[in-house]
């Protein structure tokens, strides 16, 4: 770019790109390869006037199954016009979001049954008994039924409290103490005390690592084959980012460290998907 | 769902519009450029350059080829679709709020702004085959309804328009001879400013949004009031599905008091309502401004939502959308299934 043009204008910049782009060598497209992963690498100058390669690495995802007519096939490939024409490549107008957004479901009232409100450790005591968990929480009876096929709840209050998450080990603290509106610090919500040494346990000290695993092998696999030795919070199966595909280990987290004892016991050197396990603990990350 | 944003837009949107075969979208915002979109990947085919102000509302013929659009500089312009070329320019003495092809796409019906003194109107303007042949003449002009008209659409057979804005009253005008047919009640009908219009896709009915917080439903022909949708928030915006019996409403806070609250109480979702249950399903997050525009994809199978924010986010529905089935939450609420309204 002219030098002796002094101090230039951010305004005046794109017009002179524009006429010097003939000095650039042309964009290359690479890809989509087997996994999706496209690399567009192309050439612009830069505000001092160098030369700059910008290489963007997209993954190409197929969204929905796409019916287009015959006209709209003819519109796919119209010549760009006004402002698309001369796009930055590193404009990223569009963008796939990174969040996963769900539609939620409102609840119906009274079916927040699934949520644990017993005081002290809920989940030992499922395992102690069943019919004694089994509380209605419409009409308060106790080891009938469960509170979503209560034969009372029309007559129940309707409660306006939505859950937004499906209800984990996690929502019970922010759940709880919680009124409407107001922030409440986590140390300060009921239950903090409890989570703050209990949460930690279940995360780090019963997780339990799985290596050597197949590359089918999903989460729902690990859960299935875990849960037999206990109620497990957490599986996690290592996915590549770019291919997608399984780095062949994964976690499991157990509530009760026995669980995870005899999952050890049992597992480690079981053959799973002509692979041979090797199961041990998971040692916490050193922070 | 993994949403689609765009960010093409340096104002807020206004408005949102998908061709018949659903391929591209249609972005209007207080920018004075309107923006076409491929509608399944997001990636931006152009823009029509030439509005010199905020443009809020556009219609797209039924073949795709002419895009008309109002705008807040006191013009309304046609555009060729495939170029982004100008080709013809509507002038008007106030701002134009809304435009909507007739059935067949051989007239327009264009809304302004009382501006200045002058009242706001109704007009009908004829769209000529070959655009060196158009007019500016208006071949109808509705005036009366006080306040902003901020939708007007025609109805069944272009027999009708229908008419809503800042009076809250939505109204149904004769086409030929622009006599007022019917009103809508003042008891049972909206309580504030209606903001948006939707038609289903058959035109037999469609669907208001209000800032009194609720959306309702209409008979085209009648004008009957047939289902309120109240949700917590005002309504600026409205769809619904071609596909299901679904309805969707967007709105939100103020764009005033966005910065003061927390992003979660500013309500930014899209709600999902059953059309005939009048029962939620279901809420789309996303947006961190209230969402002024929204839009169903022909086929039913993806939406999109325009927001203060500036961004257009489209979503395509996970295939658990579908078997969506609200029937048990209805209940568990205390409703009653009534058989009339399962009757087609």
Redo the contacts between chains.
């Keep these: 770019m002219a030098v002796d043009m002094g101090k230039l204008r951010w305004g005046e910049l794109e017009d002179d790109a524009e006429d010097l782009d003939f000095l650039l060598p042309p964009r290359v497209v690479v890809g989509p390869d087997e996994n999706g992963v496209k690399k567009v690498i192309e050439y612009r100058f830069d505000d001092e006037g160098n030369k700059v390669r910008v290489t963007t690495t997209t993954r190409v995802r197929k ?2 199954r ?1 019916r ?2 015959k ?2 096939l003819e ?2 490939s ?1 010549p ?6 001369h ?1 930055d490549a590193g404009a ?20 927040k049954a699934e949520e644990p409100k017993v005081a002290g450790d809920p989940l030992a005591a499922m395992s102690k008994a069943g019919a004694v968990l089994m509380v209605c929480r419409t009409c308060g009876k106790k080891g009938d039924h469960w509170t ?1 096929k209560c034969p009372y ?2 007559l129940a209050p ?1 409660t306006d409290s939505f859950v937004d998450k499906p209800p984990g080990a996690e929502t019970i603290a922010s759940q709880s103490g919680t009124g409407k ?1 107001a922030y409440v610090p986590p140390s300060m919500r009921a239950g903090a005390e409890r989570s703050g040494t209990e949460m930690r346990r279940r995360n780090d000290e019963n997780s339990v690592r799985v290596t050597n695993l197949s590359e089918d092998t999903r989460e729902p696999d690990l859960m299935e084959l875990f849960r037999t030795f206990g109620p497990v919070t957490r599986v996690y199966v290592a996915v590549d980012q770019k291919t997608g595909v399984s780095r062949g280990f994964g976690f499991i987290n157990f509530v009760n460290r026995e669980d995870a004892e005899r999952a050890i016991n049992k597992l480690n050197g079981y053959g799973y998907d002509n692979l041979i396990l090797r199961v041990e603990w998971a040692t916490p990350r050193p922070n | 769902m993994r949403p689609i944003l765009m960010k093409g837009h340096e104002r807020p949107l206004t408005f949102l519009k998908y061709n018949r075969e659903g391929d591209l979208l249609f972005s209007c915002a207080k920018d004075h450029n309107p923006t076409v979109w491929f509608a399944d990947n997001g990636e931006r085919l152009g823009t029509y350059r030439g509005h010199n102000g905020a443009v809020w509302c556009c219609d797209v013929s039924r073949d795709s080829t002419r895009l008309i659009t109002g705008s807040a500089d006191q013009t309304v312009k046609l555009w060729n679709v495939q170029t982004g070329a100008q080709l013809y320019s509507f002038n008007f003495d106030s701002p134009a709020r809304s435009v909507d092809f007739s059935v067949g796409d051989k007239l327009v019906l264009i809304t302004t702004d009382p501006f200045m003194g002058l009242p706001s109107t109704i007009q009908v303007k004829q769209i000529a085959r070959d655009p060196n042949e158009q007019s500016s003449e208006s071949v109808l002009t509705i005036k009366g309804p006080q306040g902003r008209i901020n939708r007007a659409t025609w109805g069944p057979l272009n027999k009708t328009i229908i008419s809503a804005g800042e009076d809250a009253v939505v109204r149904v005008w004769d086409t030929e001879t622009g006599q007022l047919l019917k009103e809508s009640d003042k008891e049972t009908g909206h309580q504030k400013t209606v903001t948006s219009l939707s038609k289903s896709a058959d035109g037999s009915h469609f669907l208001t949004g209000s800032l009194d917080k609720s959306a309702k439903l209409w008979d085209a022909r009648t004008l009957t009031l047939i289902k309120t949708y109240v949700t917590e928030r005002p309504v600026n915006a409205c769809a619904i599905s071609p596909l299901l019996d679904h309805v969707v409403i967007g709105g939100g806070q103020e764009a005033v008091h966005v910065t003061t609250t927390d992003r979660r109480a500013g309500k930014f979702e899209a709600k999902f309502f059953h059309k005939i249950l009048q029962e939620e399903i279901g809420g789309v997050k996303g947006h961190f401004g209230p969402i002024n525009a929204l839009a169903f994809n022909p086929d039913g199978r993806s939406f999109s939502s325009g927001g203060e924010d500036g961004y257009v986010r489209l979503h395509h529905f996970d295939p658990d959308y579908f078997n969506i089935d609200p029937i048990p939450v209805f209940l568990a609420r205390g409703g009653t299934l009534k058989n009339e309204d399962f009757v087609a």
């Design positions: 969204l929905t796409a287009l007519s006209r709209a519109r796919r119209w760009k016009f006004g402002d698309a024409v796009e990223r107008l569009t963008m796939v979001s990174t969040e996963e957004i769900l539609l939620e479901r409102p609840r119906a009232p009274g079916s979503s709840k029309d309707p509106g």
